[in-house]
């Protein structure tokens, strides 16, 4: 799955330019639910579906693979009486899933992805959306948050997650942001990350409709601010001025590097091919599907990589994909137990992966 965002409108090429046929679910991120006062509600974002884009996004390819279009709803401006109404009023429940699933049918989408606030507490409304969707044909994936250490109360438990795994298509788990200002680090530590599927699914069964999120921006911490997010062009405009030195995290699983400014010490934490690779495998092993935050963020050459060959999914259930497949780029590895060793890398068709230096352009 791979998610498209307005103000990082690369991503739309991505999808049907650069990565047609990779991705099996695109979901762009166009609307809002908000209430309208006492038991109703309304959409905003209508204005952003552009039928010509989707038309070439579901176009399929040569070998015959297809998109599905399912755009994120996100719930906004809600109060803690609004949701307190689509747990409890069974007829303000209708109301909405009414409303989300007409405008699916009207724009010709093929599901959808839900952003709600304490999603596992709303299962019955959910249960309700998703009936309604399959008796369309339509599927449901929901966003869930992670678990971050040290927090009171988990956002959303595996016990919220069993009442729902027969009921949603696909969980997109936001397996990122680990990291704040206020705590400045990595964005993704890989181990956090496994610990948040075996959290929820603790055996193989479900693993199979979590899609384990990646983020392709990275953050530069430092200076006045505390730090901010980066994305793609911003990280190339840095290394462009500082020429930095990375640092390859063995425990975190990322690349890390720092540089001067005239307000401090920077530092930036930013994906990598190698990087990339390691939750690609993390997601091969666990048996769980990968959702993309989000493609217009990241380098180009991500989606030259071909990195989501990793994987096939049907309708939120992920295969992993075999390597001797003739459609794949030949791969070949090596690894070493110092995290500073400049042998240890891992080929991707066109490019190396170092351990040691950023990934640079490698012929085949």
């Known amino acids: 799955l791979g998610y498209v965002t307005p103000w990082n409108n690369h991503g739309y090429d991505v999808a049907k330019v650069l990565f047609r046929g990779k991705f099996t679910h695109i979901s762009p991120v166009w609307y809002s639910v908000k209430p309208a006062g006492p038991k109703k509600h309304r959409l905003e974002g209508g204005h952003d579906v552009d ?40 007829e303000v ?10 405008e699916c049918l009207t724009q010709n989408f093929d599901g959808l992805v839900l952003e709600s606030p304490a999603p596992g507490y709303t ?7 998703a009936s309604t969707l399959h008796s369309h ?18 956002a959303f438990s595996r016990a919220q997650f069993d009442a729902l795994v027969k009921v949603v298509d696909a969980f997109s788990l936001m397996t ?29 069964e479900g693993r199979a409709k979590i899609l384990l999120g990646i983020n392709l921006y990275g953050f530069d911490y430092g200076g006045s601010g505390g730090g901010s997010p980066i994305v793609g062009n911003q990280y190339l405009e840095l290394l462009k001025k500082h020429s930095p030195k990375f640092t390859w995290e063995d425990d975190e699983a990322e690349h890390v ?7 401090g010490e920077h530092t ?24 993309l935050w989000e493609i217009g963020q990241g380098l180009d050459y991500f989606v030259s990589s071909r990195i989501a060959d990793y994987f096939i999914f049907s309708h939120g259930m992920p295969f992993p994909v075999s390597f001797d497949s003739p459609f794949l780029p030949s791969t ?33």
């Open 51 to 90: 039928a010509g884009w989707m038309e070439e996004v579901r176009a399929p390819t040569a070998l015959g693979q297809r998109a599905k279009v399912i755009p994120r709803f996100q719930f906004a401006g809600w109060q803690r009486e609004n949701l307190l109404e689509i747990i409890e009023d069974r």
């Open 93 to 102: 429940m209708k109301e909405l899933a009414d409303l989300i699933v007409q």
């Open 123 to 129: 299962t019955d409304f959910l249960s309700l959306l």
């Open 137 to 154: 044909s339509k599927t449901l994936t929901l966003v869930i948050p992670p678990s971050k250490p040290g927090a009171q109360q988990e």
């Open 176 to 204: 990122y942001d680990y990291s704040h200002p206020g705590k400045p680090g990595p964005n993704s530590p890989i181990s956090w990350v496994e610990e948040n599927v075996y959290r929820l699914a603790p055996g193989k």
């Open 257 to 263: 590097f720092s540089y001067s400014h005239s307000d």
């Open 268 to 291: 930036v934490w930013y994906p990598s091919l190698k990087s990339l690779e390691e939750r690609l495998a993390l997601g091969e092993e666990l048996g769980t599907g990968i959702s």
């Open 332 to 364: 070949t590895s090596s690894s070493s137990s110092s995290p500073t060793s400049s042998t240890s890398s891992t080929i991707f068709c066109n490019y190396r992966v170092s351990s040691t230096s950023i990934p640079v352009y490698n012929p085949c």
